[in-house]
């Protein structure tokens, strides 16, 4: 229908025009749209708004088209009355590039009196990056049409052309969507996943249903999705794409590794994901400026309130911070709570021991020179191939290396190796480590979790051992290495070093439990104690046995308190020195432990030939003993026989006897009877 609007229609026209967005929120409820388009445009956007349940009421096109276009009306552009709109009143999609195409639609609209917030022109409304954005926040909810679509036509921010603005609109909905599922006046517990890495350091949804209980929200926030278990509990949502930053409501954040962009209020607790006290990355150092004497602590650790600290190694025994910073920090002796959980899978699933596991650490950053994988991790994978043949090698990288070139290199190299298998899964390696009789390392921090799940032995390789000491300082997990294993700066001593460990497995066995169960908090209880003891952080309430870190805020600060630490420091440093001989004395203590280790086997060696020739004398003694009793069966015989002959003898005697007897009185007739015969002839 043709010719100017009705009054009747102008009058709705007016009305839409100065609604407010309830009304456009029902209008929105018919789940229709109407793509003006001059092109191709109209297939994607269609295909786009239909995925997220969506209808195409009708197609307009600038040229004239089939009747029908993928399966909806499709009518001329220039035919296009308020007739056709009045009774739809549904977002207007102009799917083009063209300026000039969208400037004429959008012209043609305010001439026919449409609501401006009706009419969509920006290309990011059915873009790839808005449909990946829309999946992720949809991943456990798939009502259509879709909410969070619908959301953002319903406000239709401005400037919708460009990323940040749709994030922050659909951001504000999350957070109000959040608000809305769980329960008024709590205190709210964020437990954010940054990446698909670490997740299980943050513990068991166990955990926080305990934290639940004491009358607090817990809410479980994805950076990125990978359809884990994790994924599936109740009060998740995706937060990635800065949406976490948004969500201020959020009272207290828990988190696996630093970062930023978390909301500023709120209070972070950072669950240290290395077991043991590892090197800094360069983005945990602290920062220099020229106008300070002081440096300021790094952004990414400045922003921590809590760090829950799994055991004594990184446990700080100076409570005055060196650093500036903007806030205070607290210490808590907490645990590993992923450790809990992998001594229990480790006690519950006996697999076969078959595999030796190579774990080496990240490739990049200060530790590129010091890693084994892109120098030589062919030739450890070669090593471990060619000489250890009763052993399948497990290959695991750091999860943030997997698709480095170095790593790609080793895993297609070796992939045709009935042997070999490439281990890629980022969260997930308990059977792996059950299954592995040793592992080697470089300076990986899963050494120290393996050998604390396991309790059998790690060795290290270190091609620029040397240089450990002078590049990183002094930190444990270089020190106490061969508490838990060897070090190998060859490949040579590598292999030796492997042989050797698989050899004193008991023992490391033995030493590792003594070490483990001293330097471990709350073993097999980390869980626990953090619900137990979580008010304190959300309530801002002083625990006794946590660390409460004095650092200074400001220049002036640091310099009245320099002194002070010094003072500390000195005193913790006489007190390293005296640790420093009792390692030396333990060091001297393992090398004799070795050197016994080596007698014990090389008398091990020679009690087993010892046996090995009692048992061939045994057997050649009972094999002389068959012999005599043989020999003297043989006897027997023989001796029955020979008083068979010597009977036969007599008997044959008596027969002679005999019968010489008779044959001498036959003759001697004969010879009587020729005589006589003589005589008388």
């Known amino acids: 229908m043709t010719g100017k609007p009705s009054i009747a229609h102008t009058a709705a026209r007016t009305s839409r025009h100065t609604s407010d967005k309830l009304d456009i929120q029902m209008a929105f409820a018919s789940n229709k749209i109407i793509i003006f388009s001059d092109g191709e445009s109209a297939i994607e956007c269609h295909r786009f708004f239909a995925k997220y349940g969506f209808e195409t ?49 959008k012209k043609r609209m305010d001439g026919l009196m449409i609501d401006g917030r009706l009419v969509f022109d920006e290309p990011l409304m059915y873009s790839a990056w808005l449909q990946e954005l829309l999946d992720a926040l949809s991943f456990n909810n798939k009502t259509k049409p879709n909410e969070y679509l619908s959301h953002l036509l319903d406000i239709h921010p401005a400037n919708l052309n460009n990323g940040p603005s749709a994030t922050k609109a659909l951001a504000d909905y999350v957070s109000r969507r959040i608000q809305k599922d769980i329960k008024p006046g709590q205190k709210t517990l964020g437990v954010y996943y940054p990446s698909a890495a670490y997740r299980m350091n943050l513990g068991s949804e166990a955990m926080y249903d305990k934290i639940r209980q004491q009358g607090y929200n817990v809410v479980f926030l994805f950076g990125v999705l990978c359809g884990d278990q994790f994924e599936k509990r109740n009060y998740s949502y995706y937060a990635g794409h800065d949406i976490v930053g948004s969500l201020d409501f959020i009272d207290v954040f828990v988190i696996p590794t630093v970062m930023l962009g978390l909301p500023e209020q709120a209070k972070k607790v950072l669950f240290v994901h290395d077991i043991y006290d590892s090197p800094l990355g360069a983005e945990q150092k602290p920062s220099v400026s020229e106008n300070s004497d002081y440096p300021h602590e790094s952004a990414f650790l400045d922003d921590l309130d809590y760090v829950f600290l799994p055991c004594t190694a990184v446990m700080r025994a100076n409570i005055i911070h060196q650093f500036v910073r903007n806030k205070p920090l607290c210490r808590i002796p907490g645990g590993y709570i992923k450790l809990d959980s992998n001594i229990r899978y480790f006690q519950e699933n006996k697999l076969p021991t078959d595999s030796i596991i190579y774990a080496p650490t990240v490739t990049e950053g200060n530790f590129a020179e010091y890693v084994s994988v892109p120098q030589y991790g062919e030739k450890i994978v070669e090593a471990l191939l060619d000489g250890f043949e009763k052993y399948r090698i497990i290959f695991r990288p750091h999860p943030h290396t997997l698709e480095t070139e170095a790593v790609q290199t080793i895993a297609n190299r070796f992939a045709g190796h009935e042997r070999f298998d490439f281990d890629s899964n980022a969260s997930y390696y308990n059977d ?98 953090f619900a137990e003891n979580f008010h304190h952080i959300v309530e801002g309430t002083r625990h006794k046995d946590w660390q409460y870190v004095v650092a200074p805020i400001s220049q002036a600060e640091a310099r009245l308190l320099e002194p002070l630490h010094d003072c500390v420091e000195h005193c913790l440093g ?44 045994a057997a050649l003694k009972n094999s002389v003993e068959l012999k005599t009793e043989e020999n003297r069966k043989l006897t027997e015989v023989l001796d029955k026989r020979t008083g068979e002959l010597q009977n036969l003898r007599l008997e044959l005697e008596e027969i002679k006897s005999k019968w010489w007897f008779r044959l001498l009185s036959s003759t001697k007739k004969r010879l009587t009877r020729d005589r006589k015969a003589d005589r008388e002839g």
């Open 57 to 105: 009421a009708f197609f307009v096109f600038d040229k004239k088209k089939d009747e029908k276009f993928l399966g909806a009306p499709v009518f001329p552009f220039d035919r296009i009355d308020d007739e056709k709109l009045v009774d739809l009143d549904c977002p207007i999609v102009i799917a083009s590039s063209d300026p000039e195409f969208i400037s004429v639609v």
């Open 432 to 529: 792996n480590y059950c299954r592995s009789a040793i592992m080697v390392t470089d300076m990986s921090g899963t050494a120290f979790t393996y050998a604390f799940m396991t309790l059998r032995p790690v060795v290290f390789f270190s091609h620029r051992e040397n240089y450990v000491a002078e590049a990183f300082g002094n930190v444990s997990y270089f020190e106490d290495r061969e508490q838990i294993g060897y070090i190998a700066t060859t490949i040579d001593e590598l292999r030796k070093a492997v042989a050797l460990a698989l050899r004193n497995s008991r023992r490391f066995a033995r030493n590792t439990r003594i070490f483990r169960d001293r330097a471990v908090f709350n073993l097999g209880k980390a869980e626990d104690y």
């Open 574 to 617: 006489e007190t390293n020195n005296l640790k420093e001989t009792v390692k030396k004395q333990q060091t001297l203590i393992r090398k004799s432990e070795r050197q016994i280790d080596d007698k014990i086997q090389e008398i091990e060696g020679l009690r087993s030939e010892a046996i090995d020739k009692k048992r061939s004398i």
